[in-house]
């Protein structure tokens, strides 16, 4: 073993070399498992010493070192403290450091993923359900902000517009997760804000990210026939 790679873990538990703490602790257990085992830890830490650590028959520290941590006082609330209910509470200075106003290139940046998937579309996709179905997909969107999609020749063909948002989990199973996540994409089928399908050719693809910026996206199609047979 090297230095650093041994935790020390101070817990309110009875001392029983770790036992329980280590199944609980388990890569395989449960996240409540593990969270509920972490409550019970007062204080942890990792050693560092300029050489390697020995074995454990030897003592771990190469040298006359000896830690011993002791924790005589059972945690409680301040006595005579009005601020913070009398819990503990921390100040920290940052000292020469600022915030960096948004760049027009870093802003782009976040836009740059925005894709759009298959392209080009080959009368064919993989989201497609059944041969009744077309289906490509633009990906990697905001949360907020508008797509519009017009023909090369500058027509509008169509528009969604997107303001999501995370559904708040108020009885999580999770604690870690407090909102879900926003879905990063949307389907087109191919049609006009009419319902009827476009014609094969180039289509300019545009998302307006508001404080974000815009990009706009080609985007070359092909449809296919339309068989009700199904054949």
């Not at 001392?15 to 395989?28: I, N, P, Q, W």
């Not at 819990?87 to 870093?106: C, G, H, M, Q």
């Amino acid at each position: 073993h090297t230095a650093g790679q041994h935790f020390i873990y101070i817990t309110n538990q009875e001392y029983d070399e770790c036992a329980d703490l280590r199944v609980r602790l388990d890569k395989d257990q449960l996240f409540n498992r593990k969270f509920n085992a972490l409550r019970d830890v007062k204080w942890t830490g990792i050693p560092f010493t300029n050489n390697s650590l020995t074995s454990y028959g030897e003592g771990l520290i190469p040298n006359d070192l000896r830690i011993q941590l002791r924790v005589d006082n059972p945690y409680q609330y301040a006595e005579g403290t009005s601020s913070n209910s009398g819990l503990p509470s921390y100040e920290f200075t940052i000292s020469n450091k600022a915030s960096e106003d948004l760049v027009e290139a870093r802003d782009l940046s976040v836009l740059d993923a925005v894709n759009v998937v298959p392209n080009p579309y080959l009368a064919f996709s993989t989201y497609e359900t059944s041969q009744f179905t077309t289906t490509v997909k633009i990906t990697n969107l905001p949360p907020r902000c508008i797509i519009t999609i017009y023909s090369l020749d500058g027509k509008f063909i169509r528009q969604y517009r997107r303001d999501e948002a995370g559904i708040p989990q108020a009885d999580r199973s999770n604690p870690g997760v407090l909102q879900t996540q926003v879905t990063p994409d949307i389907e087109w089928d191919l049609n006009n804000s009419a319902g009827i399908p476009i014609a094969s050719g180039v289509y300019l693809i545009n998302v307006n990210g508001f404080e974000l910026g815009e990009r706009t996206i080609k985007w070359f199609g092909i449809n296919r026939k339309f068989d009700p047979a199904g054949l």
